[in-house]
């Protein structure tokens, strides 16, 4: 199973900004997975057009990505079209490029996460900032008990102080 355990919020952001600057491939559908916590098979299902309505839906809640994100789509749609799936791409070269370029800026011992593991880091990360499963459902369009679910299986928080108070 993938430690994430020292992968920081910037670490994912240097490694997200190396990656799509790169030619469009995709890194999007990593990109997508962390930034909007869906997986693969929803970016091999999703049309592109789809995918910058709902990143700029999200844009307002989550700041930190939504301009490369939205950027990284638009050169796929110019490219491919707007109805081509955000994941088209030749899975075995993908990987190969993109899981070297992910060593050059994980933590040493840190490999590549696997397709469940960008919403993982996401939710981690979003959780660690303050955000509870109600805030991230209605920012990224999920069902809150899905995302509570998630989050309930995630590495315990950081503790704070005296201790971490949890909230439902």
Do not use: C
Not at 51 to 80: F, M, N
């Amino acid at each position: 199973m993938f430690d994430s355990s020292g992968v920081t919020f910037d670490v994912t952001l240097s490694g997200f900004h190396s990656l799509t600057r790169t030619e469009p491939d995709q890194a999007g559908a990593a990109l997508i997975s962390y930034y909007l916590a869906r997986g693969h098979h929803w970016a091999d299902t999703t049309a592109i057009g789809e995918a910058i309505d709902l990143v700029d839906a999200a844009a307002p809640h989550l700041p930190d990505l939504a301009p490369e994100l939205r950027s990284y789509l638009l050169r796929r749609k110019r490219r491919d079209g707007s109805g081509y799936s955000v994941a088209d791409v030749g899975r075995v070269q993908w990987y190969r490029r993109r899981a070297a370029a992910w060593q050059e800026i994980a933590p040493a011992g840190v490999a590549w996460p696997g397709a469940a593991a960008w919403e993982i880091l996401r939710l981690r990360h979003l959780r660690d900032q303050g955000w509870g499963h109600r805030e991230v459902a209605n920012a990224l369009d999920l069902r809150p008990r899905l995302v509570r679910e998630r989050m309930a299986d995630l590495d315990p928080p950081p503790v704070v102080g005296a201790g971490w108070i949890g909230s439902n």
